[in-house]
């Protein structure tokens, strides 16, 4: 019988929102992708030491505070002390607090102090999004050509993916 492993690995992804970078607005169709670098450079800048991911306890980035320690991690070039709740973007961080504040009233325990968050992962769906139509799902231009799931901006994971590939292809047969 193998041992239990000391580390699980989770991800939780906050949606991002045209309406939230108004700036970015300005590279067209390419918004999401300069939204995309400015996290990474961020998160770059906070790590500091080569591919150190900046972290912060989940209870310090809830409650705004610096973490003076984090718990050992099992990512191999490590981690680095750094305020993510101070310099992530507001919406972003205020998503991830309520968040973390809801899964905690539906598993208690979840928000703890030997838990923390490491930042950024920015690639979990296509920063561009490929247009089509809402009622057929068909790209506006290129008739028979349905963009769906992660690759074309319309999901953020596995099941969404799964989801919007199926209502994709209904749109196909209805073709």
């Not at 596995?158 to 989801?163: D, R």
Request: proline share 8%.
């Amino acid at each position: 019988m193998p041992f239990p492993k000391p580390f699980a690995n989770s991800g939780i992804v906050v949606e991002i929102k045209e309406d939230d970078i108004p700036g970015y607005q300005k590279h067209g169709v390419l918004a999401g992708l300069y939204y995309q670098q400015n996290l990474e450079r961020l998160a770059r800048q906070s790590g500091a030491k080569g591919q150190q991911a900046p972290s912060q306890r989940l209870t310090d980035f809830i409650d705004g505070r610096v973490s003076g320690s984090l718990p050992k991690s099992s990512y191999t070039p490590g981690i680095i002390s750094s305020p993510l709740h101070f310099w992530l973007p507001e919406n972003i961080s205020k998503r991830l607090r309520q968040g973390f504040l809801d899964f905690n009233k539906k598993m208690k325990g979840f928000v703890t102090g030997e838990a923390y968050i490491a930042g950024v992962e920015s690639r979990t769906s296509s920063p561009i999004r490929i247009p089509r139509l809402p009622e057929t799902m068909q790209h506006p231009q290129v008739k028979g050509l349905f963009p769906c799931g992660e690759g074309a901006g319309y999901a953020g994971g596995i099941v969404s993916s799964a989801m919007d590939g199926e209502n994709a292809a209904e749109m196909v047969f209805k073709e």
